[in-house]
């Protein structure tokens, strides 16, 4: 079984950046491609940015293009978040995710982290 934690969320200003982590621990991790996700109030979870298994193949949301960057670390089992320049529309709780096919897809993800919020307001 695969567990996912997520840290580095919190209330950031237009312009600013966060940095999210997803701790895993399970067998096999360095097999997942692992993601991050997000869901807005009244809206869809979508996916924001997706790593494969050994970190070569990275997928990032139109919306998050320039702004964020997903790396990972395997040695230490972690998936980490960059986000820069945050904007409003930036705000949602955040989810990690693995035991998808890459495609960065929500409904395709088995293990789900229980999700950190990110508010961008000034």
């Known amino acids: 079984q695969v567990q996912l934690v997520e840290s580095g969320g919190g209330l950031v200003q237009p312009g600013g950046s966060l940095r999210l982590s997803c701790a895993a621990s399970?067998?096999?991790?360095?097999?997942?491609?692992i993601g991050w996700f997000r869901q807005a109030p009244g809206k869809e979870r979508e996916g924001v940015s997706c790593?494969?298994?050994?970190?070569?193949?990275?997928y990032y949301a139109d919306s998050v293009k320039g702004r964020f960057t997903i790396s990972r670390d395997n040695a230490k089992n972690t998936v980490f978040l960059q986000m820069n320049d945050l904007k409003p529309e930036d705000t949602a709780v955040y989810y990690c995710?693995?035991?998808?096919?890459?495609?960065?897809?929500?409904?395709?993800?088995?293990?789900w982290g229980q999700g950190t919020q990110v508010t961008v307001s000034s």
């Open positions: 399970g067998p096999f991790l360095d097999y997942y491609h």
């Open positions: 790593i494969s298994s050994r970190g070569r193949e990275l």
């Open positions: 995710a693995a035991g998808g096919s890459g495609a960065c897809r929500p409904n395709e993800e088995v293990y």
